[in-house]
């Protein structure tokens, strides 16, 4: 099915377990339907395409250590609802230690009692444990990313009854475990018996573990270099946006404007044809937070943040707005002096100041882009007199100015 499937179209896989390696190799969305795809030897499921998206997987490593690599992406590939055993690399954090066992044995238990159970365990990146049996619970249910001491509480399971619970681990992969136990009446209460300690680590980012081949890829992925001196940008000028700000980054706007000009900021998402994705693809007062949550919107303060490691596969630019709101058309950029963009990631380290504007009552302000799998800045500064109507048009959103 994926071999006869054109490049950029969607494969529905069928139901089943189905024998990897699976590689992937132009770009395609793969959705399964309680599809698992397993093999041997890692990995499992290997990402060579940009434009890669998968979705409603498991992808399973049947022999060596949990931590052997399930899912490879050696370029920018998305993963959506994916349960994995073993472990992943080429997604940012979650490439790090995953260390909980594939299976906590409690052993005998005092019946219809409470009792608790410690362990330690390290997980990449910020993790959400979900047990679906309400006798059983787990604090701290949010984990942290790195080291984590765990209580596990078991309350009122009669002795007739063997316990076998699947608990979840959830950040952006799924990680399934089995616990059980044996509930009897004529053993003692467990009081935090220890039942699992994970290894020490060094989770600072030069332990995680080296990629396998090479990886031209992410520049989302790489850490900025901040010995670099922040960067003001003039119109037309275009850089590595890992080279100064990384994947997770705010930008503010400010100027010197008359009494009753409002300038709000709005965030397009695009695809290749440079089309928003429907209204949802639009982040702006009227709709704060986009569908992955790649682009918000802070009315308290009008800042917007991004977050490149959530953006949809299909994302390959966003543009970024201002415009003077609706209602005057003598309301124009001309009387707004110094409007000035700062992006900022821990500190200020990209600033555009947009200058030259006249009667443009919305602007472009800058685009981010993907070029050969790097995400670039290109400074714009340029716009659109008829206001916010026309630039929706322009990227397919269908507005009329009142």
Avoid at 28 to 48: D, F, H, Q
Avoid at 68 to 86: C, M, P, Q, S, T
Avoid at 283 to 293: A, I, L, Y
Avoid at 375 to 381: E, N, P, R
Wanted: proline residues 4%; contains cysteine; charged residues 25%.
């Amino acid at each position: 099915m994926i071999a006869q499937a054109a490049a950029g179209s969607s494969v529905a896989l069928p139901s089943g377990e189905f024998e990897g390696p699976l590689i992937i190799s132009k770009p395609l969305r793969l959705i399964g339907k309680n599809t698992t795809i397993w093999a041997k030897r890692s990995p499992v499921i290997e990402i060579n395409s940009n434009g890669v998206s998968i979705e409603n997987i498991r992808a399973e490593l049947t022999e060596g250590s949990i931590n052997d690599v399930a899912v490879a992406a050696n370029v920018l590939a998305a993963a959506k609802d994916i349960e994995v055993l073993g472990g992943v690399r080429g997604f940012g954090a979650e490439d790090g230690f995953f260390d909980v066992p594939r299976a906590i044995e409690l052993g005998e238990f005092e019946a219809d009692s409470v009792n608790t159970f410690t362990l330690a365990v390290n997980v990449p990146d910020k993790t959400e444990i979900v047990c679906g049996i309400g006798e059983v619970s787990f604090s701290p249910s949010v984990l942290t990313a790195g080291r984590n001491e765990l209580t596990v509480t078991v309350s009122g399971i009669s002795a007739q009854t063997y316990l076998y619970a699947e608990v979840l681990f959830k950040s952006k992969f799924t990680r399934r475990i089995y616990l059980t136990g044996r509930p009897k009446t004529d053993v003692p209460k467990a009081e935090n018996k220890r039942i699992y300690t994970a290894p020490e680590r060094d989770f600072s980012r030069a332990a995680l573990p080296e990629p396998i081949g090479t990886t031209d890829v992410i520049s989302m992925t790489r850490t900025p270099d901040t010995s670099l001196p922040s960067l003001e940008m003039k119109r037309g000028q275009r850089v590595s946006l890992s080279q100064y700000i990384g994947s997770r980054f705010e930008i503010f706007f400010t100027c010197e404007k008359p009494q009753g000009y409002e300038i709000d900021p709005y965030v397009f998402l695009l695809g290749e044809n440079e089309q928003s994705f429907g209204d949802s693809g639009l982040v702006f007062f009227g709709n704060e937070r986009s569908e992955n949550g790649e682009a918000v919107y802070f009315p308290a303060d009008g800042h917007v943040e991004i977050d490149l490691a959530k953006v949809d596969f299909r994302v390959r630019k966003i543009a970024l707005a201002y415009s003077i709101y609706a209602g005057d058309t003598r309301k124009n950029f001309s009387s707004v002096r110094v409007p000035r963009v700062s992006i900022r990631a821990g500190g200020e380290r990209v600033s555009f100041v947009m200058e030259g504007l006249a009667a443009e009552a919305t602007v472009v302000a800058m685009e981010f882009y993907l070029y050969k799998g790097e995400w670039k800045i290109s400074a714009v500064g340029a716009g659109y007199k008829d206001g916010m109507a026309k630039l929706c048009n322009r990227y397919g959103i269908d507005v009329v100015d009142e």
